[in-house]
């Protein structure tokens, strides 16, 4: 560097002198000038001749997406670079002006200069260059699969009855599903891609902007956004019901006398509160009432009759189910128990499933003894469901019950006898075969039997209520369950759902909270056979809850579920991906392959990134031959693969003769992601 400081100094030397020859008026000659000059050249080219020069080396390095070789030196420096392939130096030496990319691997070489004065020896760096045309310095940083971009579409869901497309409301979680992810090539080649990164999940009111992100390398990705709208939904329809008993006239109806619910177009239903009635003086025999809101109606159908009036009585003797009093539903009744020891009975024909519920009334009276029994029993006198009414709860009423059709009979008896007349309304709505049909209490004689992929609606009709479901499995596939309801202000358990078969016991556990409106477990992959999904009620609510298995038939490339031991593996052949993934925290996933002679072997782990560097992941190489796991090449007997790590871990084991092995795959930290195992040589 001290050349450079003479050569400086003497320059502004030289234009010092001539600035302060003009401001005293002297002229210099140009023979003055030439003398100047060539002293200060002589002067400066002999103490650079005897001073030791020291040009600062350039630093070599590659832009940060892969994609070019970069060179950079000190301010005031040049640089010149010479690129030599297959041992071969190149006879060119290049001025560097801006970064390149390299066809083939091979060496740079890189100077600083500053007028005749070069670095020197060379700074020289390997470079490789990926089959997709990246560029790197060494095999611990070897680029993935090259995209060099993406763009995501947000897939709408076809529209059922009465809903609009796709999934853009407000508190809707988006899921892989949901998003088409397309890469292009370096060769402007566009293929669909799986294993991106998105956030947030949720969608917000208003615009919201979806990050979708594609890992190269560990920590450089490709962007990619969708811009999505968060609507509230839209109420598509009105649901009202008239929720008096006995309509008589004289009597005036108000808001309060209906439920009217809206059905919005995301599937969902709120109650509303405002809302306006056709008019509120009723006439004698059936009215219609239309309930409005905004373009919005309902209509409900009211009888009235005069005060006291009632549809039917009892009549005795109707003490047996012989002697059974005939009535229908959506009709009021009424009795009396004659003494302590009377009974009445009351038969209903039903021709068609549906739900059904138990009104019961009598006159207000101040004891809170139970006076009635209302049971309500099967052809075969099972009881399907019983109903205490104390004297001052005027009006009792039950949960609703889903039923098959057939015959059925209420009975009414004395705990604590009273005299008092008391009536009761049977309310049935038919339901089609979306809905459960009690009794589904016995797993082996009752379990409802279902379809993948639909949906079906029930609810525990009291505390002890269970209700089983049953489905089966004709090939080997991917499953899961969805579980919703009404969101209710409770932040306790009320639903326990769980999954099992025949033989290895449950498969999924699930616990739906009031608050947790809809719920989906973990990804089971199942074999063919029957398997019963059971509902059962924790603290217990009526609210009816929804579900639906869903299915995904899978072929020879995933794994086959149970493969938990050596004498179950999964078979993998070579350069035969096979997907699988970890069904609880206790699963084990185990594959068998042959080797007819020695050889080396390479297992790669794939999945999807994601923001945790915790091991989530283990494998390990078995021999049958072996008690202990065998070492691979970096001398371990365990691969471990955390959340963040590379898409492709791979790991080599060295001339492994023949025979029969088995790859481990085991849990560290639970995760029911899927993986992919590929075996090569």
Avoid at 104 to 126: L, M, T
């Amino acid at each position: 560097m001290i050349h450079i400081i003479v050569i400086i100094v003497g320059l502004i030397i030289f234009v010092l002198e001539y600035i302060s020859s003009k401001q005293k008026n002297k002229k210099l000659s140009f023979d003055s000038i030439s003398m100047k000059l060539n002293l200060f050249i002589t002067v400066a080219v002999s103490v650079s001749a005897v001073i030791s020069i020291n040009v600062p080396d350039p630093e070599i390095n590659r832009k940060s997406d892969y994609s070019a070789i970069t060179i950079s030196a000190q301010s005031l420096f040049g640089i010149k670079y010479q690129y030599s392939t297959d041992g071969e130096d190149s006879d060119e030496w290049k001025d560097y002006t801006k970064p390149f990319t390299p066809k083939q691997s091979g060496i740079i070489y890189a100077r600083s200069k500053f007028f005749i004065y070069e670095s020197y020896p060379s700074v020289s760096r390997d470079v490789y260059v990926a089959e997709n045309g990246l560029v790197y310095f060494s095999a611990a940083e070897k680029p993935g699969e090259t995209i060099v971009s993406i763009k995501a579409d947000y897939i709408c869901r076809e529209a059922s009855e009465n809903k609009t497309a796709g999934n853009h409301y407000v508190a809707y979680e988006i899921t892989k599903s949901d998003i088409k992810a397309v890469g292009t090539d370096l060769n402007g080649n566009e293929k669909e891609i799986t294993d991106f990164t998105f956030s947030p999940k949720t969608i917000k009111s208003g615009k919201n902007d979806i990050k979708i992100e594609y890992f190269i390398t560990d920590d450089i990705a490709i962007e990619a956004h969708l811009y999505i709208n968060g609507d509230d939904p839209e109420m598509i329809k009105l649901d009202a019901k008239y929720t008096g008993g006995d309509f008589y006239l004289g009597d005036t109806l108000d808001n309060d006398d209906f439920i009217v619910n809206g059905v919005y177009e995301d599937g969902s239903i709120k109650a509303l509160s405002e809302y306006s009635i056709s008019y509120s003086d009723i006439k004698e025999g059936e009215n219609e009432i239309t309930i409005t809101k905004g373009s919005l109606t309902d209509t409900v159908e009211i009888t009235a009759v005069q005060p006291g009036t009632i549809f039917g009585s009892e009549s005795e003797s109707n003490d047996s189910l012989k002697t059974a009093d005939e009535i229908n539903v959506n009709k009021t009744y009424s009795g009396r128990l004659q003494n302590e020891e009377d009974v009445d009975y009351y038969k209903l024909r039903l021709d068609s499933k549906g739900k059904l519920s138990i009104k019961f009334t009598h006159p207000k009276f101040d004891e809170d003894r139970t006076f009635w029994t209302i049971s309500l029993l099967s052809q075969n006198e099972d009881l399907q469901y019983e109903l205490d009414s104390n004297g001052q709860a005027a009006e009792t009423t039950s949960p609703n019950m889903r039923l098959n059709s057939g015959t059925y009979y209420i009975k009414v008896t004395g705990d604590n006898y009273s005299s008092e007349k008391y009536s009761f309304t049977i309310s049935f709505e038919e339901e089609n075969d979306s809905y459960e049909t009690e009794p589904n209490d016995n797993l082996s004689t009752q379990a409802t039997s279902i379809n993948t992929g639909k949906k079906y609606t029930g609810n525990i009709d009291s505390e002890d209520d269970i209700d089983y479901y049953r489905f089966t499995i004709t090939e080997k596939s991917k499953v899961w369950i969805d579980f919703s309801h009404t969101k209710i202000s409770e932040s306790g358990t009320l639903w326990k759902i769980s999954l099992f078969n025949d033989y290895n016991g449950s498969l999924i556990e699930m616990d739906s909270t009031g608050e947790t409106a809809r719920l989906s477990s973990d990804r089971l992959r199942l074999p063919v056979g029957n398997y019963y999904i059971k509902i059962s009620g924790y603290h217990w609510s009526d609210f009816d809850y929804t579900f639906c298995v869903n299915s995904q038939t899978e072929g020879s490339e995933a794994e086959s579920e149970p493969d938990d031991d050596h004498v179950t593996a999964t078979p993998i052949s070579f350069n035969s991906p096979v997907t699988g993934n970890l069904q609880s925290e206790n699963d084990i996933d185990f594959y068998r392959f042959d080797l007819g002679s020695s050889t080396n072997i390479k297992i790669s782990f794939n999945h999807s990134r994601f923001d945790d560097n915790g091991t989530f992941w283990k494998f390990e190489l078995h021999s049958t031959n072996e008690d202990e796991a065998l070492k691979n090449s970096e001398d371990e007997n365990t691969i471990s693969i955390s959340g963040n790590s590379a898409d492709n871990v791979s790991s080599v084991w060295y001339s492994i003769p023949a025979g029969t092995y088995y790859i481990k795959v085991f849990a560290n930290h639970y995760n029911n992601s899927d993986y992919k195992l590929t075996l090569s040589y």
